[in-house]
């Protein structure tokens, strides 16, 4: 059974930094691009980052880029978001996704994490 | 970026209804196009891929269809269980965007 748990998210102060991990079982991770997608209280969801299974390859939303980075341990089935530079837009909830397909070339997302929320404020 | 609409962005309907929501691109994505579920509190979940293929599992009361920058969510009878909102997205382009989400809820 595919499994992913978020785990990182809580208060933070505005210009802070935070890093979130999503454990991943049940798959092959390394066979698997991975994503964040994020959703703000009572907003639709926003598509935040991606890598490609062997971690060769990623892209960000431009809301995002140049403050967070998203990386991967497919030693320990591991997925990684480090955000910098925390605004208080960047308040949501975090899904870590699978995708269907090693390379970020078909983004079909076919299993979710439960979310880590994330807020920022002083 | 590709930006996505929908509409309507909510609806109410009867069970046993046909239910019918759309979504356009800002420009041709020919089939990539993806439909999830997702009810309150809860995750995603994928239900339509590649516009029109049905993921495995779900009920055949759920279909998609179009391509390039046209597309059309239907539930053919719309049950009680059915009520969340309900996102397409695509992935022509990365910045992979979702659209704004349709409500849906009973009568």
């Known amino acids: 059974e595919v499994q992913l748990v978020e785990s990182g998210g809580g208060l933070v102060q505005p210009g802070g930094s935070l890093r979130l991990s999503c454990a991943a079982s049940g798959f092959t991770f390394s066979s698997y691009a991975m994503s964040w997608v994020r959703q703000a209280p009572g907003k639709g969801l926003e598509w935040v980052s991606a890598?490609?299974?062997?971690?060769?390859?990623?892209y960000y939303a431009d809301s995002v880029k140049g403050r967070f980075t998203i990386s991967r341990d497919n030693s320990k089935n591991t997925l990684y978001l480090q955000m910098n530079s925390l605004r208080a837009e960047d308040t949501a909830v975090y899904y870590c996704?699978?995708?269907?397909?090693?390379?970020?070339?078909?983004?079909?997302?076919?299993?979710w994490g439960q979310g880590t929320l994330v807020t920022v404020s002083s | 970026d590709i930006q996505m609409t929908q509409s309507p962005s909510s609806l109410s309907a009867s069970v046993g209804d046909r239910v019918t929501i759309t979504c356009q691109a800002s420009?041709?994505?020919?089939?990539?196009l993806n439909w999830y579920q997702q009810k309150p509190g809860k995750a995603p979940k994928l239900l339509i891929y590649?516009?029109?293929n049905l993921e495995t599992g779900v009920p055949s009361r759920f279909s998609g269809s179009g391509s390039g920058t046209d597309f059309t969510f239907t539930i053919s009878s719309l049950q009680p269980e059915d009520i969340a909102t309900y996102y397409c997205q695509q992935y022509d382009n990365p910045g992979f965007t979702f659209g704004p989400g349709t409500k849906v809820d009973i009568k």
């Open positions: 590649d516009a029109s």
């Open positions: 890598i490609s299974g062997s971690g060769g390859s990623t």
């Open positions: 996704a699978k995708a269907t397909e090693e390379l970020i070339v078909v983004v079909i997302y076919d299993y």
């Open positions: 420009q041709d994505i020919s089939n990539y």
